[in-house]
């Protein structure tokens, strides 16, 4: 992550920023809301939740392809409070992902600000493998872009996926994310640079799309 802005300066850009910016209203940063959908819910991250973050999040096929998560759970501690600093201070949003029948996040969907005034944002996401294919990443990926566009007031959302990442760019592409360019050597793991997709998503196509039309031409 970068370094954030200080709480000072996001309150001077609150106040010179668009009108856009300046419509949406929400408490986010006082706290998220619960997001529901037909078989996941999506809230805050808790305490609670690091043990089972630790387990479904540091497997060799979760990681392969993404920054290194904490390798315990107090590591995930330290992660989940700083994620509830983040979201204070207007900068990010972390939702834990918890499907019908479990209590615990099996997963996370991380949205920082690219500007000072969230207008752009970058997402990145991780769910436990036992999950794969369920259908629950498109549900709950649905609920968050929901979210940043109509209450964060998020008009540009980017995403990266190393090429090399099947299920991370089928999703995207399912999702209906547009691929803009490669940004060659952008992603260090395992002693290598890697390239990785850069994908978009747009406030405007997002709601066109809601709507059915322009109908899609396969
Ligand atoms: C990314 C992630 C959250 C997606 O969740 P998921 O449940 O696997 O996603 P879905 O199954 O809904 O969608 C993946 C799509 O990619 C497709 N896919 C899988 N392997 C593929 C490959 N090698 N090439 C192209 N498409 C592939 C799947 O078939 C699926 O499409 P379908 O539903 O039309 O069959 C999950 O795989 C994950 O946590 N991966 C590890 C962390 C990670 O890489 N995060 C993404 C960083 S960008």
């Given at each position: 992550m970068e370094k954030m802005p200080y709480r000072e300066e996001l309150d001077t850009q609150t106040v010179t920023a668009s009108s856009r910016w300046q419509a949406v209203t929400s408490d986010w940063r006082a706290g998220l809301p619960v997001l529901c959908g037909k078989n996941v819910v999506l809230r805050e991250l808790r305490l609670s939740d690091a043990p089972s973050l630790l387990a479904m999040l540091t497997t060799e096929e979760v990681t392969r392809f993404i920054s290194p998560p904490p390798t315990t759970v107090e590591g995930f501690e330290r992660f989940i409070l700083w994620t509830h600093r983040q979201r204070a201070s207007g900068s990010y949003v972390c939702y834990a992902v918890v499907p019908d029948g479990?209590?615990?996040?099996v997963g996370l969907f991380q949205v920082r600000q690219l500007d000072p005034t969230f207008g752009t944002a970058e997402w990145g996401f991780a769910l436990g493998s036992?999950?794969?294919?369920?259908?629950i990443f498109a549900e709950a990926a649905r609920l968050v872009v929901n979210f940043v566009f109509d209450?964060?007031?998020?008009h540009r959302l980017e995403a990266r996926a190393a090429i090399a990442n099947g299920r991370g760019n089928g999703a995207l592409k399912k999702l209906g994310a547009v691929q803009e360019g490669i940004l060659r050597k952008s992603l260090f793991r395992h002693g290598l640079y890697l390239d990785q997709v850069l994908w978009t998503i747009l406030d405007e196509d997002w709601h066109l799309a809601k709507t059915g039309w322009p109908p899609r031409i396969h």
């Open positions: 479990c209590n615990d996040a036992p999950f794969w294919g369920s259908g209450t964060v007031g998020t």
